[in-house]
């Protein structure tokens, strides 16, 4: 597939905003390079079947002037985030970045290290700490920190610590509250649809290039390898609350319902440094991910960082968290985590002074502006968030779908819409004529409007296919948000080349084997094909020997109803263990550690209603 070049709309955008934005202030440059002692050469990562599960290498065409197929404003933050290798926070601190979305920190105590955030993948966890060890010695990992419920902050546990040591006590794995319980459901629930539109968001699909994926703004995309998850050993409940490992003293603050539903920052005394998790960095962050998720509170969120700074500020020479380069001198960080507590709190509250007022999130997400000492500010720039979709998502929050309108209660479906607007416009040539004049105006956001009716009433007209993704292509090329760009990058793509379904999941095994039984009779009640449910009538108890308890299964009306109750009367009992049932599942229904009593007819019949999901579903055609 050959890329378009940029229109002349978008080079001239592109040069309004350069002319904006304070290019000349080379703080963050400085910072990202600070404390750098080496790179990963080549950084390559590769799995034990010899496939690349991370290549940082490939990003190697980020430097110099903008071109003006790229927002001038992400091309620096991707230069800045693709900065790789070891360095030094503190005497004491270090931190690995850019060997995956995020940043993994290694904190030094008396004879041993702490990691924190051991990335998404096996592979490049272990990358990292053989890249730390290297430099700083074979320190022993004396425990884990989690600081909050995302895979990029978990899943590469195995590349720095063992299920084994952390049983025998040789290892502690710390976490927020709640953690266990938000990780597994948010990656196992709606994990399928996530998953392909994670694809989108990331760009797993796009070649990297002036023309292609230049990263996601909070850190370059996602590496492919090994997921694991070990249960944390101690949860941390209080803010407060202290603790001590190999020496090392830390003060923990909890920030649930912020950037996840289970995060906390934390601080260390003897290096006066302290991690903000994902809750301060630099970017505008997400308050709905593009992936999907719940909706996420900027007031809460701004009122965690009043409390850090207040916990903490007069304590700490540097802060750090897990994207991006450190923050250092008390006067810079005090400004630093008063901007982003403003940037929050600012959206919230002046979304909700204008929703108040009868604007919809659409209006209040085109009429909103930040003040000049938030919008100059490079860390609040919408480079993985953005004003726009942040602002809906707090009407979301807030309102709902519904926007009051009754006009919009009861609309007709995508293709039943666009079936009845370009019969209004006169039909499909009509549409594409339209759209194709937008097009050339530089009115992208309209064009697509129009070509998305008209691909819904034809999908294979090449017209529409190949005017629909040049216009995809140039909202791409304008946006300067990382996320954004790999949406409409990946539209065009699929426009092009067909559905390329979903290049990665995290859904692992790891993470699976951790559902509890009622989060596992969960998802299964998610998966029941209700109209092919309707008319069965079942009932079976599940008895898990490993865990001496039985749950009550129903299969009524479509709706599958589990209850941890014993004595309750089946059609038909089932005994195994939690990990047999997954194994059978996941279609394994020939190994031994089974064992059914009653009708042999309900276990077929409720696996048969089962249904798994579709990882390639369409996004941008019907």
Not at 50 to 75: H, I
Not at 251 to 274: D, I, K, S, V
Not at 302 to 314: C, N, V
Not at 403 to 431: E, K, Q, S
Request: net charge negative; aromatic share 10%; glycine share 10%.
């Amino acid at each position: 597939m050959t890329r378009k070049p940029a229109e002349q709309a978008v080079a001239a955008a592109h040069r309004e905003l350069s002319a904006s934005l304070p290019f000349a202030d080379a703080a963050d440059q400085e910072d990202a390079a600070r404390g750098f002692i080496a790179a990963l050469s080549p950084a390559v990562v590769h799995a034990a079947d010899g496939r690349v599960v991370w290549d940082n290498d490939k990003y190697s065409f980020l430097g110099g002037e903008a071109p003006d197929t790229v927002n001038p404003s992400l091309w620096r933050q991707s230069g800045l985030v693709a900065k790789q290798g070891l360095f030094e926070v503190v005497d004491g601190i270090y931190q690995v970045r850019g060997l995956d979305l995020s940043n993994i920190t290694f904190v030094e105590g008396d004879t041993g290290v702490i990691v924190i955030d051991p990335l998404i993948s096996t592979e490049t966890a272990a990358a990292a700490l053989r890249l730390y060890r290297s430099h700083r010695g074979e320190r022993r990992v004396a425990a884990v920190i989690y600081t909050h419920s995302h895979v990029d902050h978990f899943g590469g546990v195995f590349g720095v610590a063992t299920q084994a040591d952390a049983d025998a006590g040789l290892i502690e794995v710390i976490a927020p509250d709640g953690f266990v319980e938000h990780a597994v459901s948010e990656n196992v629930y709606a994990g399928t649809a996530m998953a392909r539109r994670a694809g989108y968001m990331y760009g797993a699909a796009l070649a990297c290039g002036p023309r292609g994926q230049v990263g996601a703004g909070l850190g370059q995309t996602t590496s492919t390898g090994e997921i694991g998850l070990i249960v944390p050993t101690l949860d941390i409940r209080e803010t407060g609350q202290r603790h001590t490992v190999d020496g090392l003293e830390i003060e923990f603050q909890m920030a649930p319902g912020t950037e996840a539903p289970a995060e906390m920052h934390f601080y260390f005394p003897r290096y006066r440094a302290l991690c903000m998790a994902e809750n301060a960095t630099h970017t505008l962050h997400n308050l709905l991910t593009l992936r999907g998720a719940l909706v996420r509170d900027p007031h809460v969120w701004s009122t965690y960082l009043t409390q850090a700074i207040r916990m903490f500020g007069t304590r700490t020479d540097v802060v750090f968290a897990s994207h991006h380069w450190p923050t250092w001198g008390a006067d810079r960080i005090l400004s630093f985590l008063s901007t982003q507590r403003d940037l929050y709190a600012y959206l919230h509250d002046q979304t909700l002074r204008y929703l108040n007022r009868g604007y919809t999130g659409a209006e209040i997400a085109e009429a909103i502006e930040l003040p000049p000492a938030l919008a100059n500010a490079w860390h609040t720039r919408g480079y993985y968030g953005s004003v726009s979709h942040n602002v809906r998502a707090i009407y979301q929050r807030y309102m709902g779908w519904f926007d009051g309108n009754p006009a919009r209660l009861w609309p007709h479906p995508p293709a039943g819409l666009a079936t009845r607007y370009v019969d209004a416009m006169g039909g499909l040539d009509h549409v594409i004529g339209t759209a194709r004049t937008a097009f050339e105006a530089g009115d992208f956001r309209w064009a697509a409007t129009l070509l998305d009716h008209a691909i819904f009433v034809d999908a294979g007209n090449p017209g529409v296919r190949e005017l629909y993704a040049d216009t995809l292509e140039q909202l791409g090329y304008g946006s300067e948000n990382g996320t954004w760009r790999n949406f409409f990058l990946s539209g065009a793509t699929e426009l092009r080349d067909g559905n390329f379904g979903t290049p990665t999941a995290t859904a692992a095994p790891a993470i699976v084997a951790q559902l509890t039984p009622e989060q596992l009779f969960g998802s299964l009640a998610i998966a029941v094909d209700g109209p092919k449910a309707w008319n069965l009538d079942l009932s079976l108890n599940v008895t898990f020997t490993d865990l001496d308890a039985t749950y009550h299964l129903t299969l009524r009306n479509g709706v599958l109803i589990s209850e941890l109750v014993a004595g309750e009367s089946a059609d038909a009992e089932i005994r195994l263990t939690k990990a047999r049932l997954l194994a059978l599942l996941g279609g394994d229904t020939a190994s031994p550690g089974i064992t059914l009593t009653g009708s042999t007819y309900v276990l077929p019949a409720l696996l048969g209603v089962l249904d798994t999901g579709d990882p390639a579903f369409n996004i941008v055609t019907p």
